[in-house]
């Protein structure tokens, strides 16, 4: 058996992903989403599973694909790496908020207490972001004017985008239905979804502490002490920057060490939140 | 306790307290044993009539107008849209 790499696996992860999406949607209501996730978990014959499966290969896409990001990063460095890899760099780049904000939104659209304080969390960011904030909103959020009617076709889409700027990117270089890649990916599911459920945090009306997902910790925590601007849109922006300015800066050691003092202060932050009691 | 808002009867006329926290909209839960509003996101505190105390909100919770009905039927809280 071949070595199986992180693109592989990106790929692998966000079809079963998708494709698990579509199953959950068919049961999934916008206009009562938290009552379709109870749903799903205790009505459906393996509901569960399918919205564990939706969960958690999310949750494995968007991770394997930032190590498929640091894994690749060097193949653009330098003089030597020819100019049309790099200009496609910092576009195929845009895959990694765009999967971002499809997991993060996979959390609101299940309106559960996490879900109902992110949601509004994000919408306040977007609100703060000067000249295109109300725009940018009305684009991908727009939950106090819209509910989930517009969050859920950008997650939708969002999933969907990745899925074509990978392939459009891959299907000349690589051979993306990679069989080992695929049967590893679905086996490991599998076994995984079987026992593990997706989480559900029933909402209450006088919840003392609300911690939003994994990723949003950080933020959340940065948001206690720093003006929204800076804590919510500044800050998380500077890795996807920096990456961004890698093909095109000869001394990228500058960069490299931005990222890792990056990274150390944000780990850092989210430990510090996921230790908080109150 | 309402989804919107928190009405309190005091003895200068009832208060309708907007449970929407000013830091970045999360909904604020009210504490009995502290007599205080609590923002489950980031910890900010507001007193029992929606003052701020502590946290990153920074401003006081917002009173929405309220009106009694005749007979002590009950109260009208106006949210504006």
Not at chain 1, 144 to 173: E, Q
Not at chain 2, 12 to 36: D, N, Q, W, Y
Request: contains cysteine.
């Amino acid at each position: 058996m071949k070595s199986v790499t992180y693109g592989q696996l990106t790929g692998a992860f966000l079809f079963i992903s998708i494709v698990s999406g579509f199953v959950v949607a068919y049961q999934y209501e916008v206009a009562t989403p938290f009552v379709s996730a109870v749903s799903i978990d205790a009505i459906l014959p393996f509901g569960f599973f399918w919205r564990s499966v939706h969960f958690w290969t999310s949750q494995a896409f968007v991770i394997v694909l930032v190590a498929h990001v640091f894994d690749l990063i060097h193949r653009v460095e330098g003089a030597k790496a020819p100019l049309k890899m790099k200009r496609h760099w910092s576009f195929v780049l845009f895959c990694v908020p765009v999967a971002i904000y499809a997991l993060f939104s996979g959390y609101v659209l299940r309106y559960d207490a996490t879900g109902q304080a992110a949601g509004t969390i994000a919408e306040h960011l977007f609100l703060k972001i000067p000249l295109l904030g109300h725009l940018i909103d009305k684009l991908l959020m727009n939950l106090s004017g819209d509910g989930l009617n517009r969050l859920y076709p950008v997650h939708i889409l969002a999933g969907i985008g990745c899925w074509l700027i990978g392939t459009w990117y891959h299907l000349k270089r690589v051979n993306i239905l990679y069989y080992e890649a695929f049967v590893a990916a679905t086996i490991a599911t599998i076994l995984f979804c079987s026992v593990i459920k997706a989480p559900l945090d029933v909402p209450s009306i006088n919840a003392h502490l609300i911690k939003g997902p994994w990723f949003f910790l950080g933020i959340q925590e940065l948001l206690r002490y720093f003006d929204p601007l800076v804590a919510g849109i500044i800050f998380p922006a500077i890795p996807l920057a920096v990456l961004m300015l890698v093909p095109w800066i000869r001394n990228t050691f500058v960069l490299y060490a931005v990222i890792l003092v990056w990274a150390f202060a944000y780990s850092s932050v989210t430990v510090i939140a996921i230790l908080r009691s109150g | 306790m309402e989804p919107e808002f928190v009405l309190i009867v005091t003895a200068t006329g009832p208060l309708a307290i907007s449970r929407t926290c000013t830091h970045l909209g999360c909904k604020v839960s009210f504490i009995k044993e502290e007599s205080m509003f609590l923002c489950p996101c980031h910890q900010s505190r507001f007193d029992k009539v929606g003052k701020y105390i502590s946290g990153p909100a920074k401003k006081d919770l917002v009173r929405f107008k309220v009106t009694s009905l005749e007979n002590n039927e009950g109260y009208v809280v106006y949210i504006p849209r």
